[in-house]
């Protein structure tokens, strides 16, 4: 599985250049909120950081991203190539974490893509203090369901909605 996620997400880095610009509002705001609950200038380890972005909006004193694809590390490392105060490692956190104590951990839409979540955060722990703040971000499966689940309910067709540009 662990290679199949990778893969998948290798491929990802290289094609979804229109999805990211779509959704490029939505990842704005969770910045913002994320960044209400972190202290900028602290140590911060993201896990499944991806290019980084988040990881780069809370302001890190010390942070590290750990991702499994290298394809999005690389994107990573390129868009703040000077930032000394970031680095970008490629790791499973299933099967570890990096040493050192960080502030806060930051799972963001992560843990839907684990084999197994409470491994990974027995691995986390050796990167966490008495004090480290772990936030975490995930689609809640009610509210993604709930038009399946309504039409289900209903015994109807689920509405069709449009995007914008009537895509």
Not at 113 to 138: F, N, Y
Not at 156 to 166: D, I, Y
Request: proline share 4%; aromatic share 6%; charged share 20%.
């Amino acid at each position: 599985m662990h290679r199949d996620i990778t893969a998948h997400f290798d491929q990802v880095a290289q094609s979804d250049r229109f999805a990211r610009r779509v959704q490029s509002g939505f990842h704005h705001i969770l910045r913002r909120i994320i960044r209400h609950h972190v202290q900028p200038q602290r140590a911060v380890l993201e896990c499944g950081c991806a290019r980084g972005e988040l990881l780069r909006g809370v302001e890190p004193g010390v942070g590290v991203g750990i991702d499994l694809s290298e394809a999005m590390l690389s994107q990573a490392r390129a868009s703040e190539p000077h930032n000394a105060a970031i680095r970008y490692l490629q790791a499973d956190i299933q099967e570890g974490s990096p040493a050192g104590q960080f502030d806060y951990i930051l799972w963001d839409f992560l843990a839907g893509h684990l084999q197994d979540t409470q491994v990974a955060l027995e691995r986390l722990h050796r990167s966490a203090g008495p004090r480290t703040r772990l936030v975490i971000t995930s689609q809640h499966t009610l509210a993604a369901r709930a038009e399946i689940g309504s039409s289900v309910w209903f015994h109807r067709a689920a509405p069709r909605c449009k995007l914008a540009g009537g895509e």
